[in-house]
């Protein structure tokens, strides 16, 4: 018996010496060390990661959302709510005037060519008025039929019941990347266009209250603003707001000189009527950024489309009187200037994200939900390179769950290099320390990956 615990002890002594002789090859291998690129910071807290836990609405903020929910008593809150949360979730964009035309010249030529290939005598008249009942028949029911969304109190209501607390999380989880990886930003003022209930004040208010001196919140819809003001009151016009220097508008400041250090556009552009007015939009949100730019929208693919067009506007067009010359680089969440690898790779599959968060406690409402978005920051700073210190290492974003399996890590990234690549991260491969970051990180991370990456492969 003796031998034999000896014997264990021995082989034991073994593997510990083997491990610790692995770990030093590998430390070899990949001379980034912890503090390379860790800064200080444990694994599960490195600089890559941007998520947050559950989120929960400010207490003044959701207290004020009660009282106005039972100060109004919509009847059926609970199940309207729902309903507008599943419209507003299927939502497109209006179809452009171009496109239609396009199709009825399409549908139009195929019937005359069918009419032509049956010959006989035909009645030309009569059979042009035929053709053409057909095609606005066929637009009619094939064509998305858009209306813009009008809100009146009890409208306005609802919709604080729907997309208060999902909007605000989806909101805070976009300014946590600015909060996260620009700590010295300290923003004076804000913008907010299409304020809505005004969701983007409360979030910006909790990173950077003390510093925050106006808030400049833009919304066509007079009762939205009313009920945001509400909201800022504690539910009563009779209170005093819990954030002060909070102005309403229903008009962008006319000013091209006036600058804000922080402009949002939240769930805002998919509420305008055509391309036209979005890239307007877009063009005169970037002359008012002086610092920050950040769009907001459901994660759908259309509303990711519409935040790949607003990219590619402010990245290729060049304005020919701006008083503001600094170009804009996208500061999240692509790690690259480049055309968005997943539009051509898997054009099918939007690039969002997710924040888990508690909503209003309304009856039958559950304790825990999931919004899911799609974001886009731009900066006024050159941010290519991301936030990779040291040679061969870049910061990749994560696009998809991780898969985390014995010894290894399943991710799919989007690089640097503007590809989209999946990667089996190993500590043998990669480092102990990239290794336990990819363990410790979720979809919506940036992940250190260093290079070259022999194990990857483009996704087809």
Known sequence: MASRAYGACVLYQRVVAVRIMYRALSAAVHPQSHADFLKGAPHRKHPGVTNLKTLCLPDELQKAAQAIIHGTEVSGLFDKARSL????????????????????????????????????????????TQITKKVLSNLRKTTYHWSPMRYDEELGVVYMAARLAGGYAAVKRALNEIKKRDPSFSPHSLLDFGSGLGTVVWASHSFWGETLKEMVCVDNSGAMNTIADRLLRGGSEKYEPVIKQVYFRQFLPVSPKVQFDLVVGAFSLSELASQKEREDAILTLWRKTSSYLVLVENGTKEGHQILMDARDILLKKQEKAAHDPRRPSVFAPCPHDSPCPKLVQLPLVPCNFSQAYSPLPLPGAPDRLTERFSYLVLSRTDWAGGEGSGEGLDWARLTAPVLRRPRHVHCQVCCTSGELKRVVVTAHRHGRDVYRCARSSDWGDQLPIIQPEDDTSNLD
Request: no cysteine; glycine share 4%.
């Open 85 to 128: 949360t599943n419209f507003l979730w299927s939502r497109k964009r209006a179809p452009e005037d171009v496109t239609l035309r396009e199709r009825a010249m399409a549908l139009e030529k195929n019937l005359w060519e069918k009419a032509k290939e049956k010959g006989g005598d035909v009645d030309v008249q009569l059979l042009e």
